[in-house]
T-cell receptor, first 111, second 112 residues
Framework: DAKTTQPNSMESNEEEPVHLPCNHSTISGTDYIHWYRQLPSQGPEYVIH???SNVNNRMASLAIAEDRKSSTLILHRATLRDAAVYYCILRDVGEWNDMRFGAGTRLTVKP | KAGVTQTPRYLIKTRGQQVTLSCSPI?????VSWYQQTPGQGLQFLFE???????NKGNFPGRFSGRQFSNSRSEMNVSTLELGDSALYLCASSLATTGGYTFGSGTRLTVV
């Protein structure tokens, strides 16, 4: 069963920032926080991942709480192409692909 | 560079038959994982291979099996197909255990 909790859906306006939350209260010290997104009719796409410090890449930023029990994926300027299901997943560095996907958050972007 | 390639893209099979799906990972990636995606159950982990060895297995019956070849290409097989096996089967590859996974576009299997 999934070890993360995400809202079922969120809405955003185009060109505005989006903050997608994820709770993972049972996270262990060796769990990396991964985010993937899935566009319609496509396989999931890697977005970002991190362990303790906040991370930035060309797609998004990942803000990790100090106690690591929650994190937030930040899309700085949402576009219509960002409409997708976003998955927050914990992956233990010591285990081979123990990535259990939950239901994710369906993001709708309004023009 | 080429992404993860899955073949075929679409497949229709009859109950009781068996099917083999293929996955070619990104060049240099030695870890290959398989997932099943259905509207009711979402994305479910099937198994992962690294250097031709199965490292982890999800909660699926023995009808689901896989293997990985020395060139890292992987195949999964489903025997005695059931209607409930209709799903999108996704393959993902990774360079290292701490990195992200790259997914293919999947094989959509329909069992009739």
């Amino acid at each position: 069963d999934a070890k993360t909790t995400q809202p079922n859906s969120m809405e955003s306006n185009e060109e505005e920032p989006v903050h997608l939350p994820c709770n993972h209260s049972t996270i262990s010290g060796t769990d990396y926080i991964h985010w993937y997104r899935q566009l319609p009719s496509q396989g999931p796409e890697y977005v970002i991942h991190g362990l303790t410090s906040n991370v930035n890449n060309r797609m998004a930023s990942l803000a990790i709480a100090e106690d690591r029990k929650s994190s937030t994926l930040i899309l700085h300027r949402a576009t219509l192409r960002d409409a997708a299901v976003y998955y927050c997943i914990l992956r233990d560095v010591g285990e081979w692909n123990d990535m259990r996907f939950g239901a994710g958050t369906r993001l709708t972007v309004k023009p | 560079k080429a992404g993860v390639t899955q073949t075929p893209r679409y497949l229709i099979k009859t109950r009781g038959q068996q099917v083999t799906l293929s996955c070619s990972p990104i060049s240099g990636h030695r870890s290959v994982s398989w997932y099943q995606q259905t509207p009711g159950q979402g994305l479910q982990f099937l198994f992962e291979y690294f250097s031709e060895t199965q490292r982890n297995k999800g909660n699926f019956p023995g009808r689901f099996s896989g293997r990985q070849f020395s060139n890292s290409r992987s195949e999964m097989n489903v025997s005695t197909l059931e209607l409930g096996d209709s799903a999108l089967y996704l393959c993902a590859s990774s360079l290292a255990t701490t990195g992200g996974y790259t997914f293919g576009s999947g094989t959509r299997l329909t069992v009739v």
